[in-house]
């Protein structure tokens, strides 16, 4: 089966889509900033799988990445790009660091890793499936920083998706609600005991991501049992 790259591998929804592409058969090369993680990944699936350290949201550092991945795998028939960051709470409190990382790690990454997918497959043709959330469809309250970043890779994937038309490479957008991970650690807005488990939204993605002969997903929403 085919090589794909997965950003944000280390941990929660990027992990869990990881272990399921190598338990269908793929090679993944794994991207994040976060090495010791990445290397927690290669020790568990071993040669199925590479570690790729980067900072997503720095032009020189995502083409090296992905660079390295091509080296070591070849072209992609498939990016998943799943890293990002959050910072929650009420509009006033957000200081100038963490502002720009939200940006920077949601919106800035979500550019240059769709530059760089564009660039080696966008003729040939594969999958650039990007991670968004719920935030992107609805506004809510303490998540204001967060919804900004994620409205924005909205309003860039859409555009792209017009560029792309006719073009072999297709554009699925991922919409899942909250997933119980440790992306919620730095937050006391919410309880996110009863969010979904990264295993069960990495599965749904996945049947989704497997298009048929005539037809294919172009944006998928979970939601969570309440």
């Known amino acids: 089966m085919g090589h794909i790259i997965v950003t944000g591998a280390g941990s929660g929804l990027g992990r869990a889509l990881t272990i399921g592409l190598v338990e269908r058969g793929h090679r993944v090369a794994m991207m994040g900033r976060r090495y010791h993680k990445l290397q927690q990944q290669e020790q568990l699936l071993g040669n199925a799988v590479v570690g790729i350290a980067a900072d997503l949201a720095n032009h020189e550092q995502v083409e090296i990445a992905f660079a390295a991945a091509v080296e070591w795998g070849g072209l992609p028939e498939m990016v998943i790009h799943c890293a990002g960051v959050g910072e929650f709470g009420p509009v006033g409190i957000y200081t100038a660091q963490q502002i720009r990382m939200v940006v920077e790690s949601n919106l800035i990454s979500t550019i240059l890793v769709a530059q760089q997918t564009v660039r080696l497959i966008g003729q040939q043709g594969g999958v650039l499936a990007n991670v968004l ?39 699925v957008n991922l919409y899942p609600s909250g997933i119980r991970s440790e992306f919620w650690d730095n937050s006391d807005h919410v309880d996110s005991s009863g969010f ?25 929403v979970i939601g969570r049992n309440e």
């Open 133 to 171: 959330s719920s935030a992107a469809q609805t506004s809510k309250a303490n998540e204001s920083l967060y919804c900004a970043s994620k409205w924005g890779m909205r309003g860039f994937l859409e555009s792209l998706r017009a560029e792309l038309k006719g073009t072999p490479l297709r554009l």
């Open 196 to 220: 979904m488990t990264p295993a069960d939204a990495a599965a749904y993605m996945l049947d989704a991501l497997a298009a048929k002969s005539s037809c294919h997903v172009t944006d998928l």
